[in-house]
Each structure stands twice: as structure tokens, then as C-alpha cells.
């Protein structure tokens, strides 16, 4: 099947720049999202990615390698607000297109 | 607005019991799903439904049953054969099922004493 790995925990300063990477099998692969999820709460959608390159969205961008099977979401001039999971998630063909999570990555921003 | 909802937000059950959780949106989607989310893993697909009276196995189906009467409505009910039932429950909607982004409700968190 797919995996989707990502890292469990990270941390970072305030003001800081911060790279989460995520990793995926190519096999049927369509496109790759990235959502947002404070402690308890809904994911909230932040990308979606399905060519090569870099998309910019304000202080978040994020990057996909097809045939590298990678992606990473970058968030710039980091604020405490930013201290929440980021769930990565592969779009896969196969009956429909599902969607595989990663375990997701719990970011923790300091003063 | 249109949105996605989800209640109650908190929930506890006897073990044994059978429970429902509700699962409303209003913003014409045609496809809905459900995903269990445990600690330290993904969000796991439960079930999920492409359009209305029809719906399909995820990822871990069993103890846990679904309708799709209505367009608006997928409540997901969790039977007493799910063995490990206390999790945090997820329901999202997409306009369809191909690469679109899933809409999530704001959750039910189970528990099972």
C-alpha cells in the first residue's frame, strides 16, 4: 500500500523559518495536500500540489518532486499560532482517489 | 455559511453500547467520509460515501456501520464489535471524490468506559 511518512515532532523559534519534509510512494499517484490541525480541532485545508515546484501562499509554500516521490511545506516568519500538527496526504488513484494522511508533524513554536 | 458539523463534540458510551455520531453539511457536496484519528496516527478511512444511497468500505470498516439517505446527512454509527472504539471521529466532505479537497467537520471526540 501507500505510506506517507513524515516527522512526528518538530521545533522551532518564533520569527523562524521551518521546512517539514514528507515522503511518498509514486505508485498511483495523483497530487499531494497539506492540512493544518490544532490540538482537538478540524484539519483545516492549507495546499494541494500536483505539479513539480514551489506554490507560495503568503508565509506558507509548498514544494513537490513527482518523480522523487517528496514534498515539503516551508512556513516563514513563524508565529505561536503556528504551533499545530501539519498532516501531509497523498492523492492515489484506485477505485476512487483516496486519500492516504501521514501520521502528521507536531510543530512546536517558542518564544 | 456553509459548513460541515458534527456534535455532540464530546461523547461517552458504555461498553456494549451502540452509538451514533451525527454528521451534517451544507455545502452540496456529493462525496462524504469518515476517518478515525488515534494518537501517533494517520487518519484512517472508516467509510466513505460517492453519493447519496451509496456508500464503501475504508481502511478499517468493520464494527462500524454507515447511511446516505440524504445528501446532507452521513451519521456513522459504532456498533459494540469495534473493539477499540475510543478515538477521536472526523467526518468530511469533498465535491467529488476525485483529487478535491476534504472539508472536515469539527470532530467527535468517543469515549468508551
Known amino acids: 500500500g501507500q505510506n506517507i511518512d513524515q516527522p512526528t515532532e518538530m521545533t522551532a523559534t518564533e520569527g523562524a523559518i521551518v521546512q517539514i519534509n514528507c515522503t511518498y510512494q509514486?505508485?498511483?499517484?495523483?497530487?499531494l495536500f497539506w492540512y493544518q490541525q490544532h490540538a482537538g480541532e478540524a484539519p483545516t485545508f492549507l495546499s494541494y500540489n500536483v505539479l513539480d515546484g514551489l506554490e507560495e501562499k503568503g508565509r506558507f509554500s509548498s514544494f513537490l518532486s513527482r518523480s522523487k516521490g517528496y514534498s515539503y511545506l516551508l512556513l516563514k516568519e513563524l508565529q505561536m499560532k503556528d504551533s499545530a500538527s501539519y498532516l501531509c496526504?497523498?492523492?492515489?488513484?484506485?477505485?476512487?482517489?483516496?486519500?492516504?494522511f501521514g501520521a502528521g508533524t507536531r510543530l512546536a513554536v517558542h518564544p | 455559511d456553509g459548513g460541515i458539523t458534527q456534535s455532540p463534540k464530546y461523547l461517552f458510551r458504555k461498553e456494549g453500547q451502540n452509538v451514533t455520531l451525527s454528521c451534517e453539511q451544507n455545502l452540496n457536496h456529493d462525496a462524504m467520509y469518515w476517518y478515525r484519528q488515534d494518537p501517533g496516527q494517520g487518519l484512517r478511512l472508516i467509510y466513505y460515501s460517492q453519493i447519496v444511497n451509496d456508500f464503501q468500505k475504508g481502511d478499517i470498516a468493520e464494527g462500524y456501520s454507515v447511511s446516505r439517505e440524504k445528501k446532507e446527512s452521513f451519521p456513522l454509527t459504532v456498533t459494540s464489535a469495534q473493539k477499540n472504539p475510543t478515538a477521536f471521529y472526523l467526518c468530511a466532505s469533498s465535491i467529488g471524490t476525485g483529487a478535491n479537497e476534504q472539508f472536515f467537520g469539527p470532530g467527535t471526540r468517543l469515549t468508551v468506559l
Open positions: 496526504a497523498g492523492s492515489f488513484s484506485g477505485g476512487y482517489n483516496k486519500l492516504i
Open positions: 509514486t505508485s498511483g499517484f495523483n497530487g
